[in-house]
């Protein structure tokens, strides 16, 4: 309403023969007092269609203005103007910042966009279509009907049109209402659902109210494929981590039969490594600062597998057909390292940032944003997971790891050295761990407990899947995501994490051997 | 040191030496214990609520040197007594009985998490020991051996609300109460929906929502918030979430692009040390609830902040000697030690009961910009509340605020069981 007050108000000015360019006093009034009355001053200052508005607009989303001794001054560095007239001023030292909450910020926003409107880029004209979604009212019907008999990007003159339709849902007008109403249904934007869903408690007419409801029920079936989609990219999502986690183990467990307790603290080696590595490149390449997760890749394989082989050849290898003592002496291993990185890097959590390139995300639907990091992944993921798999059937240390697993007497007869295959591969499990760790820095905190959270999920993925198995830890890792994530989406995190546990506990019941068994005479091994 | 086996002649000589000692050993505590007072500190140093208790402790230790710089209490020196409980909440427990009989402490300042507080609770009830609680909480509890320094529900959740009501928070209708699953989120959701309801929101309108302590996943939690804000009018989010959770939960709204002017989030659990190494440009808009934050204006905070950044620098404190954060906890850590030390001058003695009859009406120039005062009877601070919105630099810019300080009401309104509930302690009550 006051937004009307306003806008009547400028107009009667410009009718009376006043020119409603920007006045000191006008930049004030935005700039200053209750939320209400400012947005009430921009209206008015912003329905004049004078471009001298808008740097003072840009200057007030910068935060750079002040306020000082009833004037607004822009201040840039040590340069300071007066808003209004742009003569140089000083700053006094009681200036005020000019404090904008999210509202009057998408009022502004709003008001610049609609200058924008007309721009030649065609990247600015999305930017203001987006950010006067918000901001739309009747008022701008006009306004928009212009751009859009203007606009000769096919997509956006659609999106306009949307834009109007938003303007046009408030009409006072039934029949503009209706069509408005309509036309909203051919929109995939959440927001539009809000709107819609706003606009049919405010509705009297029922006419209008029968054409809003078509249209939410149009708007929601198409924003229902967003979610499902959604569903399935965050299974598959937590899916590709757990397998990241359980792949070393697959080997290391798995094929080797190690119970090792220690495979959590391993990763969390691997995430360490990372985060050493972005330490150096923020002292000493701070200009290849977003590359440093491709050089922490490398690092965090050889270090957790330099680890992992000096616990072989120390440890482990004493303890072969042990299984219990393996056990306790992998879980008081664990409890070592995880002190030593305290001792090291202290007990609280370090920042691992992530690097501009996996920061944001990918908007595949108005409602189904796919994040980088994740994308990055999962992707990984495969591609760790393709490398495993080439390394473990096709090369010589493959075939020797395979043969030295199925039957270690054998294979000693015939010449391969089985003491080092068996380092050989357990640090290539450990190594694997460490790529995990590497991973999860991005998605997670990074603490000296990190591994203790994945442990569990990496046991429960190489079991269900099928000790021996690779391809048993592919299905069983994909399929506890994309189940966890539909039980969570149904009946939240806590619940979800004890179903998922007791479907495992069930399964393994009923199938001992897992997903895959193994066959044949190396079953027995 | 090199030791080297004793010639005969010398066993006799050092013989009394070692009898010399032990007896030297035996007097020391006693003469040390005459010397010092010590105060327990429990926060936790590890563990998932390690991202927001390290903090406290130094600033425990930085208000402790400040006054033993003063000469100390009653002629003697503070003793602090730093403990671990490692986010481990039977732990609390147990370093507290031991920090109470065994270091014999005369008061204890610790605790973040509302169950970690009622873990320890009986401990301090039972040997009638003090405990300094700086963290805004539940309410629903008033023990006479406990003073609360941080807020009570309505001196934070429940004006956050009301600002995301009003015109200027975006007038929200429809509400996500988002937590992590234990007693703070639980009861403080539990007040907001009777307040929702008493505003006239439906059932319908509101969707609970709790995660695991240390959950890293907010996938699924932000995917629903998309969904329910897409269903209805103006939807806000209030997050209740703790711990280094609020790292990856901040990092996926990021990433997922989900706007503060579409969907606010208000936090009562995360300052300006949790959003460190989180990048903010993105969260620019969303908001937080506290009775303090680090960019208030005045000069008493100024002062404070000079002080933190000064002591971090000279005892190196991880992050803060590059980068000195303050936030709404550590003030009230400041303030309660403070005033715990004025209450102790005030009483002339350290005994629990002669200080809480002290603390009563005891009034500190706190670093927000008031003059905190303890109430005379509810063991809370009267405190101003603040509403921030993050900014690009991960500050806050303080949007809205109380006209002044409001005074603690433990005990809701809003929850019907508390109706003609007196707001101070019950041994008190008796007494008087």
Redesign the interface.
Known sequence: MSFLKGTFGCLLLALAGWACALTPEQALRIAEGE??DRIAALNAAAATRDAALVPYLQALLADEVKLAGGKALIVRGDDVVEAATGAKATLPDDAEDV?N???M??ALEGALAAFNLSSPDREVRAKAIADMK?SVDEGLADLLDKAASAETDLGLKAQLELLKATALISSPDKAKRIAAATLLAGSAD??T??LL??KL?EEADAEVKAAIRRSIDTV?AR?AWG?RL??L??GI??GSILLLVALGLAITYGLMGVINMAHGELMMIGAYATYVVQNLFREYLPAAFDWYVIAAIPLSFFTAALVGAVLERTVIRWLYGRPLETLLATWGISLILMQLV?TIF????V????PSWL???L?VLP?L?L????LAIMAFAALVLIGVTLLINKTRLGLFVRGVTQNRRMAACMGVNTARVDTYAFSLGAGIAGLAGCALSQ???V???LGQ?YIVDSFMVVVLGGVGQLAGAVYAGLGLGVLN?LL??WQ???LA?IMVLVFIVVFIQKRPQGIFAMKGRSAEA | MQIKQPSRRHVGKTLSAVVLGIAAMGITPMALAQETIKVGVLHS???TM??SE?VLKDTVLMAIDEINAKGGLLGKKLEPVVV?PASNWPLFAEKAKQLISQDKVAAVFGCWTSVSRKSVLPVFEQSNALLFYPVQYEGEELSKNVFYTGAAPNQQAIPAVEYLMS????SA?RWVLLGT?YVYPRTTNKILRAFLKAKGVADADIME????F????Y???I??I??F???????AVVSTING?SN??FY??L????LK???V?VVAFSVGEEEL??V?TK?LV?HLAAWNYFQSIKNPTNDEFIKKWTAYAKTKGI?GHKDKALTNDPMEATYIGVHMWAQAVTKAKSTDPDKVIAAMAGQTFKAPSGIVSKMDEKNHHLHKSVFIG?VQADGQF????KTKGPVVADPWSDYIAENKGKKNEPEMVAAKK
């Open positions: 939320s209400d404090v909450n999210n509202r910020r998408q918000d959440p927001a659902g809000a869903a706003a408690d929601q924003l979610e959604g569903v990219f965050t999502s937590l305290r202290g007990a609280q959590n920042g691992v940032e992530n920061s944001g995300g908007q409602n944003t994040p980088y990091n994740r998605v997670g905190n603490g000296p407990d959270g994530k969570e989406g939240g995190a806590v994490k | 140093l590890s563990g390690a991202i390290t671990d015109k200027d928070g975006g209708k699953d929502e709790y995660t695991p240390g959950h890293s996943d996938q699924t939690i995917a629903k998309k969904k804000s897409s269903e209805g009018k103006k939807t280094d790292v990856p990092k996926e990021g990433n997922q692009g503060a002017k579409d606010p460190r190494g990048d993105p808009g991880a919105e810019k303080v949007v809205w």
